[in-house]
Nanobody, 115 residues
Framework: QVQLVESGGGLVQTGGSLRLSCAAS????????MGWFRQAPGKQRELVAH???????SYVDSVKGRFTISRDNAKNTVYLQMNSLKPEDTAVYYC?????????WGKGNQVTVSS
């Protein structure tokens, strides 16, 4: 069983920055691929950023150059640094872990960007 606990969301003005954190427990964290998804009202959940166990990263086009995903295996934590935030980044952000074939989710963290 894997538990994911997110923190760091909130309200920020356009152009501002936030950093999301996701602390994982219950599994060999360093061997798991991790990701951040988001879901805006009335829209489907989308993958925002992904990081493999080896540290390779990928991003949805809309956040490239603005968001950075990273991981600290010593702390069992994955981060999402979000810069130059835009109102369209407003959503609930979810941490995700893939352990073997099992998908695990955090409870979600609201990010609101005001214009």
């Amino acid at each position: 069983q894997v538990q994911l606990v997110e923190s760091g969301g909130g309200l920020v003005q356009t152009g501002g920055s936030l950093r999301l954190s996701c602390a994982a427990s219950g599994s060999a964290f360093s061997r798991n691929a991790m990701g951040w998804f988001r879901q805006a009202p009335g829209k489907q959940r989308e993958l925002v950023a992904h990081i493999t166990s080896g540290g390779s990263t990928s991003y949805v086009d809309s956040v490239k150059g603005r968001f950075t995903i990273s991981r600290d295996n010593a702390k069992n934590t994955v981060y999402l640094q979000m810069n130059s935030l835009k109102p369209e980044d407003t959503a609930v952000y979810y941490c995700h872990a893939l352990v073997a074939t099992m998908h695990y989710w955090g409870k979600g963290n609201q990010v609101t960007v005001s214009s």
